[in-house]
């Protein structure tokens, strides 16, 4: 009877998921004390932003595919938005729980498992993007920048594409142990994308030699799902393609975290 009331508690012990939630709640806690810096650049600046180019620059650009200017870069706007979050919070940060402040450790020495750190740190994440994503949404709507009820699609879509960047990002940053790599994740990878992935202008506007080049980005792949959903319309690929292609990242990413959080904690 004792044996039999074991195994029917262990079946649905919540246990497991409380070391996640763990670290869940101490990013949480750092975010709580720390969020008037981050006001500027994640809410502040991209509002800056949309006004400076959505308004001022779109005066001269007119409209893009139908529609003005404005309404055409807001989902490009947000997106980018979410994916400087994601990669800025999954670089310095890590690296800096490893190496100086050692907070990792310090949860390996606790019944914390590295893919538990992993789990934890992208749920967070995804917080952050959302609360970002949501507050953008908010101020939009009195610019007259979204045009159909499924722009709350874009919420769903931003959460996809942080797992797709946060997880092969925060990889990276596990298994570094100089800061310098950073510059050059930022000079090759991180403006590349943010320039021509579909953001400020179609990518069919690039040469016919760099386009494969922007739909490997998953941030193109983001832009057109949220740009589609701002607009009311069908993207110019399937919905499934685009999906697809986020969870690719985000899985393997994921396992990458994983493994390279497993190998740098056992040091």
């Given at each position: 009877m004792t044996t039999e009331t074991t195994t029917v508690r262990g079946a649905g012990d919540p246990r497991p998921l409380r070391p996640v939630v763990a670290v869940v709640e101490r990013y949480l806690t750092l975010y709580r004390r720390l969020?008037?810096?981050s006001v500027f650049s994640s809410f502040i600046l991209p509002i800056l932003f949309l006004v400076s180019i959505g308004i001022g620059v779109g005066g001269y650009v007119g409209s893009i595919e139908g529609v003005d200017y404005l309404s055409w870069i807001v989902p490009g706007v947000l997106v980018s938005t979410a994916f400087q979050i994601c990669v800025g919070e999954s670089t310095y940060p890590v690296l800096g729980d490893f190496k100086w402040v050692r907070a990792y450790h310090a949860m390996r020495a606790a019944p914390v498992q590295p893919k538990d750190i992993v789990h934890g740190h992208l749920l967070y994440m995804i917080f952050r993007v959302q609360l970002s994503i949501v507050a953008f949404l908010l101020v939009v709507v009195f610019f007259g920048g979204l045009h159909s009820p499924w722009a709350l699609a874009t919420l769903p879509i931003c959460a996809l594409l942080t797992a797709a960047v946060v997880t092969p990002v925060t990889a990276f940053a596990a298994t570094i142990e100089s800061d310098s790599y950073f510059a050059l994740l930022?000079?090759?990878?991180?403006?590349?994308?943010?320039?021509?992935?579909?953001?400020?202008f179609p990518v069919e506007q690039l040469p016919v030699a760099i386009r494969p080049v922007a739909y490997a980005s998953p941030v193109w792949h983001a832009v057109e799902l949220s740009r589609a959903a701002t607009l009311g319309r069908a993207p110019s690929w399937p919905i499934v393609v685009h999906i697809g292609y986020l969870l690719l990242w985000a899985v393997v990413g994921l396992l990458a975290a994983r493994r390279a959080f497993a190998r740098r904690l056992e040091d």
């Open positions: 969020w008037q810096a930022f000079r090759f990878v991180v403006i590349p994308a943010t320039l021509f992935s579909g953001v400020f």
